[in-house]
């Protein structure tokens, strides 16, 4: 596990405190002093490290708190679960909402209502507070610009376009175990649809042969390196990899599409519970949500559109794909 410590300016600006209670109703934080400069908090991240970086440095240079920030392992859940079991870490930051949904359900977390959530959309929230919807992302589809010449197909962007047999064995995704675009691709297409339509998709997309492979940074090289068409991503992903690669197009996926909520959730064993909730305020700020967007992600709230035409948006039952995951999973690739 990488370490990186950060040497941080004092100023005199500090953000709310950190609330330490089992479920908030009022608008302020239960514990309302802020940390004293040269308080240490530990964030442990799956959101990226050099997006990490940049947000902790700049929470840092504000308020004279030094951040040490741990990469989470890209490993399954149940691990990187077991992992911040025995962290004495305060902030667990880019899990998206289904896996705090299970954190919470083994005790990991504890609520902190943020200052900025009261403008957020409520189907992004959690009403008990466990976690703070810090950004959102979309599926995409990423297509191999010169394989679907010669395949004579269009860039792709919905799921009938998924089932054209000349993408046989020339489809990839994240595994859905995982996490990333691969189960919320299932979900997202359940929910839309219903099961008993889902689930008649999903039997057409298993004769594709689609390649399920370990991560969305893998499903993403098969295509750059045109062992495949098309994969599906992330949508900040995808745009990235188009920014700087012009072979290859990234279209939102446009029948459906469905948020995924990118979050940051005060550890229940956090040893400073109250810089830790300064750090989830300066998230929600401003500054924080301008060094979100700078680096790809999506703000809370904000449409998603194709051609200046909004896109249909799932939203998604937490209870269901949390508590059901590998049923769900099972059974679409199942499917027959």
């Known amino acids: 596990m990488k370490k990186?410590?950060?040497?941080?300016?004092?100023?005199?600006?500090?953000?709310?405190?950190?609330?330490?209670?089992?479920?908030?109703?009022?608008?302020?934080?239960?514990?309302?002093?802020?940390?004293?400069?040269?308080?240490?908090?530990?964030?442990?991240?799956?959101?990226?490290?050099?997006?990490?970086r940049v947000l902790a440095q700049a929470f840092a240079d504000q308020t004279g708190i030094i951040v040490?920030?741990?990469?989470?392992?890209?490993?399954?859940?149940?691990?990187r679960l077991q992992f911040l079991s025995?962290?004495?870490?305060?902030?667990?930051?880019?899990?998206?909402?289904?896996?705090?949904?299970?954190?919470?359900?083994q005790r990991y977390l504890q609520s902190y209502q943020a200052a900025g959530t009261a403008t957020l959309p409520a189907e992004l929230k959690d009403r008990s507070n466990r976690w703070t919807p810090v950004a959102v992302d979309y599926l995409a589809l990423l297509t191999n610009r010169d394989k679907a010449r010669r395949l004579h197909i269009p860039v792709l962007n919905n799921l009938a376009e998924l089932t054209q047999p000349v993408l046989y064995k020339d489809i990839v995704m994240a595994r859905p175990e995982n996490g990333g675009a691969g189960f919320s691709f299932i979900t997202t297409v359940w929910q839309w649809w219903?099961?008993?339509?889902?689930?008649?998709?999903?039997?057409?997309?298993?004769?594709?042969?689609?390649?399920?492979?370990?991560?969305?940074?893998?499903?993403?090289?098969?295509?750059?390196?045109?062992?495949?068409?098309?994969?599906?991503?992330?949508?900040?992903?995808?745009?990235?990899?188009?920014r700087e690669h012009r072979e290859l197009a990234a279209l939102p996926l446009q029948d459906c599409n469905g948020a995924k909520i990118i979050g940051a959730a005060l550890l229940k064993s956090a040893p400073h519970p109250a810089a830790a909730g300064q750090f989830v305020d300066f998230?929600?700020?401003?500054?924080?949500?301008?060094?979100?967007?700078?680096?790809?992600?999506?703000?809370?709230?904000?449409?998603?559109?194709?051609?200046?035409?909004?896109?249909?948006?799932?939203?998604?039952?937490?209870?269901?794909?949390?508590?059901?995951?590998?049923?769900?999973?099972?059974?679409?690739?199942?499917?027959?």
């Open 4 to 52: 990186f410590w950060l040497g941080l300016l004092l100023v005199s600006l500090l953000l709310s405190g950190c609330g330490q209670t089992e479920k908030h109703t009022g608008a302020a934080p239960a514990v309302k002093n802020p940390a004293a400069a040269g308080t240490y908090l530990t964030v442990v991240s799956s959101l990226g490290l050099e997006r990490t």
């Open 68 to 79: 040490q920030l741990e990469e989470l392992p890209a490993e399954p859940l149940s691990l």
């Open 86 to 105: 025995t962290q004495p870490a305060d902030i667990w930051l880019g899990g998206t909402a289904e896996e705090y949904y299970q954190a919470d359900k």
């Open 194 to 242: 219903g099961k008993e339509q889902a689930l008649e998709y999903a039997g057409r997309i298993r004769t594709q042969e689609v390649a399920y492979v370990l991560s969305d940074a893998e499903a993403a090289l098969a295509v750059y390196q045109g062992q495949k068409t098309v994969a599906v991503l992330p949508l900040s992903y995808a745009r990235a990899l188009h």
């Open 283 to 336: 998230l929600l700020s401003p500054a924080g949500q301008k060094l979100v967007t700078d680096g790809g992600l999506i703000a809370p709230g904000a449409p998603l559109l194709a051609g200046g035409e909004a896109i249909p948006l799932v939203h998604k039952d937490l209870a269901w794909t949390g508590t059901y995951k590998t049923e769900i999973i099972n059974t679409w690739l199942n499917a027959r």
